[in-house]
């Protein structure tokens, strides 16, 4: 069973699923996080959509190169969650079922790919704190607290 982060269903409301693969990425005691520059600021782990037809890890790779301009490598499923969320860039009402993967972030490429996309790097304490989902916090409370933090590979 997937753990329901954040609003309940609306009973009167019809949802799109859609399927998403985000990253924890730990390099040298950071996480790498995703900051969409919209009002207000919205900041994420790095993912996204994964399109019809495509593999999570696959998406993955994409998503975080757009979000981030890093690529990663040995991306690891470590867990899921499911929102319901009204999403205005797609004028659409989504069930969003957010697969987690840790990676390791291994060569920055270029800038953020993405329009309206920066990065940071910061502590995973400050991380959990300033997170906008509630399962990314959950996430990031996970990799602080348990066996997760040994899956990270400090360069």
Known sequence: MIFRAGEPR???????LRPGAYALLPRKDKL????????????QLPGGGIDPGEHPITALRREVLEETGWRISKPRRIGAYRRFVFMPEYALWAEKICHIFMARPTRKL??????????????????QDILGCTGDRFFVHLFRTTSLTRLSIKR
Do not use: F, G
């Not at 609306?10 to 799109?16: F, G, M, N």
């Not at 790498?32 to 919205?42: A, C, E, F, S, Y």
């Open 32 to 43: 790498l996080l995703t900051v969409q520059l919209i009002n207000p600021p919205d900041i």
């Open 110 to 127: 270029c800038p953020p790919i993405e329009p309206d996309h920066s990065i940071i790097w910061v502590d995973p304490s400050e991380a």
């Open 10 to 16: 609306l009973k009167s409301q019809r949802y799109q």
